[in-house]
């Protein structure tokens, strides 16, 4: 006789599950319950692998339909995971992360499918090729044990008029924000342009990234002298020279697999972050608290300028 191990759920991870699916309309409760399970028995968040690895109830393009024109709002499942993520691991503030990835296709006729610059560089593909870009925002948990990140919304970028990426990143932060509270939200380079930074800042949000190398940083203006003119918007430039005279801060900090030494100099500056080019827009700059820049040197083979923004002062995190 062979002894058989049974794995039941955890009680904890049932609630979960059960908060969830509360949030949603009852006809399509057991359907959504029947996907979230396969997707966590696969570990992908495919739905067709989800549908192959459990024993669904209905026939596959049900399951289609339901997800394609299902009449309820994705967001209540949100709206409920957030209050989870906010109540089990309670924190000052939330850290979020946002990005973006790539999804390969072949039919043009896929929605949101275009020709796109694939950063990866992956051997064997071409620099640019046909695929959906979905954007993500996670937020990350941890204790003593470690630290998580939990999926907490994706939405497929369409690139219709001015709706594009950076327009789906700032709903998907105006959605989250409103049940999390206050946020740091950690954006990819991409998405450090004024329009998403300033209102990230109106929700009482932190923001870290990094910011174009070309980016020009000045001291902050210098104050009025009381003389006819114009004020000064800009104070001097800050130069490669100018930053080596900044006072060098050294930090231990768990990165790449272990604990290293990171050294970095700060400076609260000004800067000019312009939007993406549009014929139809025309730039902005940069309106609201003065950002801290960071540079870190070449001990870490980085060099990275961040930007932490919150109302009324300004720190950096790196």
Known sequence: ????????????????ISEIIASLPGRCA?????????????????????????????HWTSYYWMVRKGQFDWKAMVH???????????????VVVGDDTLIPRVSEAAPGAAIQYDHARKPNRPDYILAQTVVSLSAVIGNSLGFWSVPLMSNLAVHTGN???????????????GTLGAIT????????????????????????????????????????????????????????EKL??????????????????????TAVCTADLRRPPHRSLSHRRLQGPLPRRSSCPSGLGIDVRGWQMESGTASAVH
């Open 1 to 16: 006789m062979v002894a058989r191990v049974v794995v039941g759920i955890p009680t904890v991870l049932c609630l979960w």
């Open 30 to 58: 057991v359907t959504v319950l029947e996907l979230l399970t396969g997707t966590m028995l696969t570990g992908y968040g495919s739905i067709s692998q989800a549908i192959l690895a459990v024993p669904c109830r209905r």
């Open 80 to 94: 409920a995971l957030c209050r989870i993520v906010r109540r089990e691991f309670p924190s000052e503030r939330c």
């Open 163 to 177: 709706h594009g990426k950076l327009e789906t990143m700032r709903a998907m932060v105006e959605e989250v924000s």
């Open 185 to 240: 939200l950690l954006l990819d380079a991409w998405y450090m342009k004024g329009y998403l930074i300033v209102d990230a800042l109106t929700r009482d949000a932190i923001v870290i990234g990094q910011v174009r190398r070309d980016t020009a940083l000045y001291d902050p203006p210098p104050s009025r002298t009381g003389k006819p003119g114009r004020p000064r918007k800009y104070g001097d430039r800050i130069t490669r």
């Open 244 to 265: 080596k005279t900044l006072v060098q801060t050294h930090t231990e900090l768990p990165i790449y697999g272990g604990h290293r030494t990171v050294r970095y100099r």
